[in-house]
């Protein structure tokens, strides 16, 4: 061992910077390959003392022992290294002898590395100083001259060091270049006189930066777009500059650009400059059209109203400008929102008299035909009935559901072993698919049957990196966590290793038929208890030749006929079902065609097996699916109480007994540790034909969404809109609180089920709709997040079936807004008045007629607010003749 590496393993940092001081380039280049082999050592213990120790000493030589920039680059920054680096003088004086040309090249690639590489700024700032070189302006930089900048708080104000600062202008000019700077900008010194847009600002009113740069390169910046915090500081940098209306105007076309793209707060203040030109006759008309065209479409009300307000103030002193401005307003005719209709309308009304060209009336009654029928009439008088009548015939409503889903066969299992293996590898990828986990499944038991030994070599190289065979058994035990859950095919895998204890997997097995469990118990015991068997059968030599539960289709089901010959070819290799197996197969058999079910049980019966006989009795039996319901409140939700169903009690395991016995909303537990949502969709195959018992089981996971506002909990909504069986109480009530998630994602979840439902005709529009008032009466549902889902639901084309919906929901909402006794008006739920807007719009375009409960009294109520204009809306629709 060299001197140079001893004194590195005993972290003599001083003694290595002495020895390599005036060593020539060749010897240090012989001592590299052992310093390396010793950071391959230190890695296996990086937090022992020894390697702590050793590790400043070994990043300062490691770097100093290597010629080529790259080498030295990613050796300064690597990740082991920078737990414990060398001090960044020591760095510095290592490589300080090399040349300018060297160093400057070692500094930009170090630069060029991401932030989260956490390069130190005081070494690339060095490595500046030492080289001469261009400053670099990388993300990597700039956010670490920022940060060293603002911690600096013995060198005078923030404007002080900045003003210092050598390479100011450049690094200033790479700020609104880089990205993610919002919430670094802010976290130093965040607002006020002592922060980064104050000092910028003043620095620039100084002349230290330039300030056509400066304002040119904030406007750039908000028209590029970014995070919310970016927008936010580098707006508020603009707002500081206090630009002159010389600056202003230079910018017009930019402002233009951002009032029609750029977020809101960004747009706001575009809106404002524009405005203050134009009312000081400084922009044009043709350039407020402009304007116009591009706010008057956005969804913000705050800004449309804005536009307005400057188009009526522009009107009322250039009436001149009319005929150009009036078809730009009625480009709002096609609106969204009828309200911003409504004030475009009106605006025209108020410069009827501008009306007499030709060439704009043709215009206005074009936009005319976009708004809604109500408004449209008034249209139609101001521009001419005739004329506007013609252009807004329809064609007959058509209500636009998605198609209905059709069950696909399950492919059968792969044929070789490295097929599966491949399967296997992807089954996390498959988005949780029934069907890929029951062929792997199925596959993994047949080839463990054939060649256990091949089907093992097979998976090594694709089960390597898995926890239960990296961890040492000293520090981890397998068993331990498989005693509790099998975590899907895991246990099934780690069993085919031999990675968990047979008296483990027995005694998983036997606990499902013995704790009290929690609400999904029923569900989650029945499935856990097939893996467990599986894995336990994988570990005997009595191993299953194949499932007999495997479905026939996509949904779970399982065809009568194909498992009888699966059961006679069990009798024909003298091999013993399953117990938990073959009670899944009897789940999952289909039963509801009788004569097929009729036939496979007088073959089942000649079998002359226990389970023949077994299977021909549940074929033949005439018991109810599913059990008696009853709905339960518990706080502010609306549950679904299940009673006993006999038929699945007798003659099941203990694992299975537990879906026949009574649901209670009080006595069973609903906290648990069944915190993966992705086990739904798994549940749903163990009872095919019978979803009320799953959606009654996940009912409270899936109100979470509404209720608690968790997040993930209505995923399983598609799936359970596209199985087979009753859609009864609790499946309409998980759509309900769906409808009413307070996340996005969660909310299109149950418009697709709500679509599906609807498309397969078994959607109780009646029975959601009163479900929702009531919701919406508890505060499980708010109306402002069920306005957004079932917006989104008839803008698909369903606008019937959301009519359908709100015909029943409405009257529940409306019945609290006035007191019988006095007339006086109750507050309104937020979002009550979005909800009347869609119903009106899907009144306008069905052409629904007909009365809503308590309508009357809500459009008679004073004033203009949106609950009471939508609501004057929707009862003239109601009222509306039809055209003849």
Not at 223 to 241: C, H, I, M, N
Request: charged content about 25%; some cysteine.
């Amino acid at each position: 061992m060299s001197s140079l590496v001893e004194a590195v393993r005993a972290g003599r940092t001083a003694e290595v910077v002495s020895l390599l001081d005036g060593m020539p380039d060749p010897e240090r280049r012989v001592h590299f390959p052992e310093l390396k082999q010793l950071r391959v050592e230190l890695r296996k213990a990086p937090w022992e003392n020894r390697s702590r120790r050793a590790y400043p000493a070994l990043h300062a030589a490691g770097a100093a022992c290597q010629t080529g920039a790259a080498a030295v680059a990613t050796w300064l920054a690597g990740a082991d290294l920078r737990w414990s680096p060398a001090p960044t003088s020591v760095l510095l004086d290592v490589l300080g002898d090399r040349e300018p040309a060297w160093l400057a090249d070692v500094t930009h690639r170090l630069a060029a590395r991401p932030v989260s590489s956490d390069v130190p700024y005081a070494l690339m700032a060095g490595l500046v100083r030492l080289s001469g070189c261009a400053v670099p302006t990388t993300d990597a930089y700039v956010q670490g001259w920022m940060r060293h900048i603002a911690t600096q708080f013995r060198s005078g104000t923030l404007v002080d060091r900045l003003r210092k600062d050598p390479h100011l202008p450049e690094l200033v000019a790479a700020l609104f270049e880089a990205g993610d700077l919002g919430t670094l900008w802010e976290w130093h010194y965040g607002k006020g006189p002592y922060s980064w847009t104050t000092a910028l600002a003043q620095l620039t009113q100084e002349g230290v930066l330039e300030r056509g740069a400066m304002v040119g390169a904030c406007v750039a910046r908000l028209l590029r777009g970014g995070s919310p915090a970016d927008l936010r500081v580098f707006l508020s940098l603009l707002v500081s500059l206090e630009l002159t209306r010389d600056e202003q105007k230079e910018h017009t076309a930019d402002w233009l650009a951002l009032t029609a793209g750029a977020p809101s707060t960004v747009a706001s203040h575009a809106q404002s400059v524009l405005a203050s030109l134009a009312l000081d006759g400084e922009m044009t008309v043709r350039r407020l059209v402009e304007m116009s065209e591009g706010v008057l479409f956005r969804p913000e009300k705050k800004l449309v109203r804005a536009q307005f307000v400057l188009l009526g103030k522009v009107l009322r002193r250039d009436p001149g400008a009319a005929p150009e401005l009036l078809p730009a307003v009625a480009q709002a005719f096609g609106h969204e929102d009828s309200d911003v209709q409504e004030r475009a309308l009106k605006l025209v009304e108020r410069h009827e008299a501008a009306l007499d060209g030709v060439d704009v009336r043709a215009e206005l009654t074009q936009a005319a035909v976009q708004l809604v029928p109500g408004l449209r009439d008034r249209a139609a008088r101001l521009l001419g009935a005739e004329t506007v009548g013609d252009l807004a015939e329809a064609e007959p409503y058509e209500e636009l559901l998605p198609p209905v889903p059709v069950p696909a066969r399950l492919a059968p299992a792969p044929e070789s072993a490295a097929e599966l293996a491949e399967e296997v590898g992807a089954l996390p990828a498959s988005g949780g698919e029934v069907t890929a986990f029951e062929r792997t499944l199925d596959g993994l038991v047949r080839h463990a049957h054939r060649d256990r030994a091949a089907l093992v070599e097979a998976l090594e190289p694709v089960l390597a990196r898995r926890w239960w065979i990296e961890a040492e058994p000293q520090h981890f035990k397998a068993d331990d966590f498989f005693r509790d859950d099998p975590f899907g095919l895991e246990v099934v895998l780690a069993a085919l290793f031999g990675r968990v204890r047979i008296g483990t997997l027995q005694a998983a097995a036997r606990q499902g038929s013995t704790e009290r469990g929690c609400v999904h118990s029923g569900l989650s015991r029945a499935f856990d208890a097939r893996l467990w068997e599986v894995a336990y059968r994988l570990r005997t030599e009595e191993r299953l030749p194949f499932l007999l539960a495997t479905p026939t289709w996509d949904t779970g089901l399982l065809e009568p006929d194909e498992l009888v010959a699966r059961l006679d070819t069990y009798r024909r290799l003298d091999a013993r079902p399953g117990a938990a197996d073959f009670a899944q197969a009897l789940l999952r058999v289909r039963r509801d065609d009788r004569p097929a079910a009729s036939t496979a049980a007088q073959m089942a019966a000649a079998l002359g097996t226990a389970e023949g006989d077994r299977l021909a009795r549940w074929l033949t039996a005439q018991g109810p699916l599913l059990p008696a319901q009853r709905r339960r409140t518990a706080g502010a939700r609306i549950l679904v109480e299940l009673a006993e169903l006999p038929e699945l009690q007798d003659g099941f395991p203990a694992e299975f007994q537990r879906l026949g016995r009574p649901l209670s909303v009080y006595t069973d537990n609903w906290y648990c540790s069944h915190w993966d949502r992705d086990q739904h969709r798994y549940w749903l195959a163990v009872v095919p034909g019978r979803r009320e018992l799953a959606a009654a089981r996940v009912l409270r996971d899936v109100s979470a969404v509404a209720v608690d506002d968790t997040r993930g909990g209505a995923a399983v909504l598609p799936f359970l809109a596209e199985a087979e069986g009753e859609a009864g109480d609790a499946v309409h009530l998980c759509v309900a609180y769906g409808l009413g998630a307070r996340h996005p994602q969660d909310r299109l979840s149950a418009v697709d089920a709500l679509l599906v439902l609807a498309a397969r005709g078994q959607l109780d529009a009646g029975r959601i709709g009163a479900d929702l008032g009531e919701l919406i009466r508890h505060g499980a549902v708010k109306p402002s997040r069920l306005a957004e889902s079932i917006r989104t639901t008839s803008a698909t084309g369903a606008y019937s079936t959301v009519w359908e919906v709100l015909r029943e929901a409405l009257p529940l909402l409306l019945a609290d807004l006035a007191s019988p006794a006095s007339g006086a008006a109750a507050t309104p739920a937020r979002g009550l008045g979005d909800l009347l807007a869609v119903a009106a719009e899907c009144v306008e375009q069905t052409g629904a007629r007909g009365d809503v409960a308590h309508l009357a009294q809500v459009a008679g109520r004073g004033g203009s607010s949106r609950l009471v204009t939508q609501a004057r809306r929707l009862r003239a629709s109601l009222a509306r003749e039809s055209a003849v």
